[in-house]
């Protein structure tokens, strides 16, 4: 590989650079490897390239030790991640995704924190066949993981329709304007003939080895933050005038990753660099994106987020990069304000129809014991008109209900008992976590399977302090690799190992803030000896309007955190 290519890079190029140099713009030995028999995993690059098809292969961590004793291969089973703009899909859509999900996958939907569905339990041999089927319905999965641009992320927001419905058309064109030139996905999954010589291929934005690592956009419309901008590689925070959409500030160098014991390795917020017009949002985005290609470190996988790139060199020294690529320069950032970054749950009135928001406990879709919610999701969709909006907080809307179907949907949603139980209590409705086991690989601890169980004895401490319906943001990932944004919750967990979590405080309740580590490595019972003191005195001290994160700053339980650069400086100040 010609290193010459990538500047400012010392050392050498990671083997992933290889992997993709060689792949003949994603294709691999995917293809031959979907029709090995033998075996029901693919190769170990294979797939470190599927991810650019947006799927991963991984294993049913529950069953390892049996299947080892045994002398079996681990249960292979492959994840499906669609790429879905801005979270919308029609019920058609949903009903495909569900009848896939029973035939093919584990029974369940995933909604994800990046507005997208996620099917789980997926055998080698059903891989294309589900793909194809999602494809005719108008999915699909290209570049939904890997070293690429992610699923767009936008502001559900459904009391601003019309304003939503045009920042929703500008996640689908800078979705669509990003995606990988490469016919490979076509080629291998939808049986598409080669339109020219793979060797003859471009990719005019990414170039032959795609990006560093992934890149992650998101678009808010104050006053809601549910996107969780500041986590975004590059947000697009709109700017609403006399309820028209005037433009976008610019907000780059954000990323929630981060590696246990490496404190060279962070989360980091975004910051605003400036403004820009809605014509000119896919020319920033494209321009974004190249500088993190050209100067993303491709040395060191923990270090080649764009957070990292921009640390390194400085954002003065970004601004200058971006607007000399432009050509042009940003305008000055405009003013804005940010109250939230949940969701609103009921029903909501639209400019022109209704919106119901439901909640989904850490976006898991099944059929629960006394909670039939998939039965009662998919018997909505089928007579629902509108749409389903996936929130960033994965929830669901029911959008765009029109007044003679509001008492249908109603009917069903009592019927299915949507909205009724402890799965909607005020400290559940502010949750969220990461699949972690049995699914994923990397995860050290539980946490979607864990935290009801936690909350449910943290909501005995809220009650007691007469705090049961009290908004706290409160999340959950098996590992540091923060996929629930942790580092902005006002109270998170990070596993650490089976059992055991390091335990955050002082994200803000708008998720303008990092939080700080408070105690490490301890399990559920100490959780509860620290976290019951501070709720206990937080409902005694507590300022008119003041949220938990922003009272333990005051009260000095941790420091005030504006930057990853100061995310690890020190523990607490109070012990």
């Known amino acids: 590989m010609d290193k010459s290519k990538f500047p400012n890079q010392d050392g050498q190029l990671d083997e992933m650079e290889h992997i993709k140099a060689r792949s003949n713009h994603l294709r691999g030995t995917i293809k031959e490897g979907l029709r090995d ?19 991963y292969q991984q294993d049913d961590r529950d069953l390892r030790d049996e299947r080892r004793r045994k002398k079996l291969e681990p249960a292979y089973q492959f994840m499906i991640r669609v790429r879905l703009p801005g979270g919308v899909a029609t019920p058609d859509q949903w009903l495909v995704m569900d009848e896939l999900a029973q035939k093919n996958g584990n029974g369940s939907l995933r909604l994800t924190t990046r507005q997208t569905f996620q099917l789980h339990g997926i055998l080698k041999w059903n891989l294309k066949e589900t793909l194809q089927e999602m494809n005719e319905a108008l999915m699909t999965t290209i570049a939904a993981c890997g070293d690429i641009n992610r699923n767009v992320m936008c ?31 076509h080629e291998i999954w939808l049986d598409d003939k080669k339109i020219v010589d793979s060797r003859d291929e471009t ?10 690592r992934k890149f ?37 160098g954000g990323g929630m990753g981060m590696t246990h014991g490496d404190t060279k390795t ?14 000119q949002i896919t020319e920033v985005a494209e321009k974004v994106v190249t500088i993190q290609r050209d100067f993303g470190n491709r040395t060191n996988r923990k270090n080649a987020r764009f957070k990292y790139t921009i640390d390194a060199r400085g954002i003065e020294w970004f601004k200058d990069e971006l607007n000399e690529r432009l050509g042009w320069d940003l305008d000055k950032e405009h003013a804005y304000h940010f109250e939230s970054n949940g969701d609103h749950y009921g029903w909501l009135k639209g400019k022109d129809s209704l919106h119901l928001t439901l909640f989904i406990q850490n976006g898991r879709v099944k059929d629960f014991e006394d909670y039939p919610l998939m039965t009662g999701l998919r018997e909505i969709a089928k007579i629902h008109t509108g749409e389903f909006r996936l929130t960033p907080n994965q929830n669901l809307i029911i959008a765009n209900v029109t007044s003679e179907k ?19 209590s005020g400290l559940r409705r502010n949750s969220m ?6 699914t994923c690989g990397l995860a050290m601890a539980e946490s979607e399977r ?36 942790p580092a902005l919750a006002e109270v998170s967990f990070i596993g650490k190992a089976p059992g055991k979590y390091n335990m955050y405080l002082g994200g803000s309740f708008n998720g303008n803030r990092l939080n700080k580590l408070y105690r490490e490595n301890i399990g559920e019972e100490e959780i509860l000896q620290n976290l019951r003191p501070i709720i206990l005195q937080y409902a005694k001290d507590r300022q008119e309007g003041e949220h938990f994160g922003d009272y333990v700053i005051r009260a000095g339980y941790v420091e005030e955190v504006h930057s990853g650069l100061d995310f690890h400086t020190t523990e607490s100040t109070r012990k």
């Open 216 to 252: 992650k956009i998101g678009i808010a419309v104050p006053p809601s933050n549910d996107v969780d901008i500041f986590s975004q590689d590059l947000g697009f925070i709109a700017i609403i005038q006399d309820g028209k959409l005037k433009g976008f500030n610019v907000a780059v």
């Open 155 to 185: 502001n559900v927001n459904p009391e601003q329709s019309a304003v939503h419905s045009e920042v929703y058309e500008c996640s689908k064109k800078l979705s669509n304007h990003l995606l990988p030139e490469t016919n490979a996905y």
């Open 406 to 424: 509001k008492q249908e949907i109603d009917e069903l949603v009592k019927k299915y008992q949507l909205t009724e139980g402890k799965h909607y």
């Open 450 to 485: 864990y935290l009801p169980q936690l909350l449910d004895r943290i909501e005995v401490i809220l009650e007691e302090a007469g705090l049961k319906e009290e908004e706290i943001v409160i999340r959950m990932t098996g590992c540091p690799n923060g996929c629930a944004r």
């Open 266 to 279: 962070y989360p980091q917020i975004s910051r605003v660099i400036g403004f820009c017009t809605p014509d």
């Open 433 to 438: 976590a990461c699949v972690a086991f049995p």
């Open 203 to 212: 990719e005019p934005i990414y170039g032959s080895t795609y990006l560093p």
């Open 37 to 55: 028999r033998i075996t029901g995993a693919i190769s170990d690059e294979d797939n470190k390239l599927l991810k650019f098809h947006g799927s």
